[in-house]
């Protein structure tokens, strides 16, 4: 009989029943007009019933697919996450190199400056003040 249509038994059932009392008939006598429509009805909701059955498949298989591409996303994220990882620990590493020398190189040029002012401010007075 083939799955409900339109979710109604009733109408179901007496559509198979009905085809199958003009089916045996056929071979008897002549079918009406009417009769014909009925095994068309009948042959529409077969068919609408096996397409059915068909894209129910395929969108299972179309929903795999799209599990399976979204677990790829999901660990090529997770190897980029390992990738900013590694990066953030070797750039945190080099910050505090750079952190280190640049207050080991500020505080030599302080001094270095600090004896440079010292020397100008000498030669200015040996220069200009004292004579």
């Not at 014909?36 to 909701?45: D, F």
């Not at 498949?57 to 980029?80: L, T, W």
């Amino acid at each position: 009989m083939g799955e409900r249509m339109f979710g109604n038994d009733f109408f179901d059932q007496w559509l198979h029943q009905k085809s199958q009392e003009i089916l045996n008939k056929v071979e008897k006598e002549k079918i009406s007009t009417e009769d014909m429509l009925i095994l068309s009805l009948k042959a529409q909701t077969n068919h609408f019933d096996h397409m059915d059955q068909e894209f129910r498949g395929e969108f299972q298989n179309i929903s795999k697919n799209f599990e399976n591409i979204d677990n790829q996303f999901k660990s090529i994220d997770r190897q980029f996450e390992s990738v900013e990882k590694r990066f953030e620990s070797r750039f945190e590493k080099f910050e505090e190199k750079f952190d280190k020398k640049f207050d080991r190189m500020s505080s030599i040029m302080m001094w270095q400056g600090g004896i440079l002012a010292t020397l100008i401010s000498g030669i200015y007075f040996k220069l200009f003040l004292i004579k």
